[in-house]
């Protein structure tokens, strides 16, 4: 390996150096020849001779020289036609070798770098690109449903008129407005996602006991969890320091969880919410005794629109982006969620924060 010198570290100092040996040898030459002029007097052929004899020199000198200090110049042309080749896929790779962080050396780099960051930008737009669409069919597929069902009850209360009986315009009517709802919640949950995903929303951050708000949340679902014959209850240490975070979007997360407990739990099943302190965080647990999540969705289930159990329970009500809202939420206060299931047992969601 060449020894890396300062001397030679810039392209300027190169050119310099090869002129100066270039020079040294014209005059080696020229020393020489005038030496042999005096001895056989034969001025004008030596001089003619000594002329042609250093401009040739020169020039062969000067194009050596030069064809040696382009050439990594010719190897990152090259290179960047490849890269323009493939479509800017494949970012520009040229050898160098250690002494080369001249101007051509930083040049090389430079281009180097800029051709991964378009490497991979490139792929970055091609991904979101992909995932809008998606994201754009999931939509309307999740919107077209309900919308259907709704405008079928209605249209049939229309055309039934005095046909229907009191109760049964009463039934479609309810039929309806349990699909609005659920259009209503879809799109709220799609808007807010989207928000959070674009760094949109910041938290509002204060100090809060978080016991008191699961209980209050608990409190809410009690009625919902006592018709589907499901025991939920909360259990908080009183001794439980205070989060710093966002009431409002600590009340959604609580409220996913046990939502999602409860649609994937059995009648008869067990619900619990408890807060505590664990170190210097604090942890925040829902268990159910439902159908439990196989281990193969466990690694998805944080990801938009992943439903463990698509086909069976897939409604427009949850369209797999519940999870998708919590996890960006704790992401949102430097926390963490983390799932543990067994099928056929339970599970158990485990969030923690930061003590205020
Ligand atoms: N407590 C739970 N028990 C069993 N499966 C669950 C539970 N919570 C979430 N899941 C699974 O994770 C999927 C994603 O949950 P989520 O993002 O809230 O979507 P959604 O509730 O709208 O289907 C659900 O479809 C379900 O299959
Ligand atoms: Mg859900």
Redesign the pocket.
Same mark, same amino acid.
């Given at each position: 390996m060449r020894p890396k010198t300062d001397l030679f570290a810039t392209l300027y100092s190169r050119l310099a150096f090869s002129l100066m040996v270039v020079f040294i040898a014209i005059g080696a030459i020229m020393i020489v020849t005038s030496q042999r002029m005096f001895e056989t007097q034969r001025l004008f052929e030596l001089v003619a001779n000594l002329v042609v004899g250093t401009v040739a020199f020169s020039l062969i000198a000067a194009l050596v020289v030069f064809r040696f200090l382009t050439l990594r110049l010719r190897r990152l042309g090259s290179a960047i036609e490849a890269f323009r080749a493939s479509d800017f896929a494949k970012p520009i790779r040229v050898e160098t070798s250690d002494g080369d962080d001249d101007e051509i050396g930083r040049i090389i780099t430079a281009f180097q770098e800029m051709s991964e960051r378009i490497a991979m930008q490139l792929t970055q737009l091609e991904h979101v690109d992909r995932e809008r669409r998606e994201l754009l069919a999931n939509v309307s597929h999740d919107l077209r449903t309900p919308l259907a069902s709704m405008q079928g009850y209605l249209e049939m209360v229309l055309i039934k008129e005095d046909g229907l009986s009191q109760e049964d315009r009463c039934r479609y009517l309810q039929i309806a407005v349990k699909h609005c709802e659920r259009l209503a919640r879809l799109v709220r949950d799609l808007f807010d996602l989207t928000k959070l995903e674009a760094n949109e929303v910041k938290p509002q951050v204060e100090a809060f006991p978080i016991n008191e708000l699961a209980q209050d949340v608990v409190q809410k679902f009690a009625l919902s969890a006592q018709k589907r014959d499901l025991r939920l209850s909360a259990s908080v240490s009183a001794d439980c320091p205070p989060v710093c975070a966002d009431i409002g979007m600590m009340e959604r997360v609580l409220e =996913?969880l046990i939502? =999602? /407990?409860m649609?994937? $739990?059995p009648a008869g099943g067990e619900i619990s919410v408890g807060v505590h302190r664990a170190g210097n965080r604090v942890e925040l647990r829902v268990s @159910?005794t439902?159908?439990?999540?196989h281990h193969d @969705?466990i690694g998805n289930?944080f990801d938009r629109y992943?439903? /463990? @159990?698509?086909g069976e329970s &897939?409604d427009a &009500? =949850? /369209?797999?982006? &519940?999870? /998708?809202i919590t996890r960006r939420i704790i992401e949102l206060h430097g926390g963490q969620i983390r799932v543990e299931?067994t099928p056929g047992l339970g $599970?158990t969601?485990t969030v923690e924060l930061a003590t205020a």
């Open positions: =996913n939502e =999602n /407990a649609r994937y $739990t @159910d439902g159908q439990g999540i @969705d289930l992943y439903r /463990a @159990d698509r &897939g &009500g =949850n /369209a797999g982006l &519940g999870l /998708a299931s $599970t969601f």
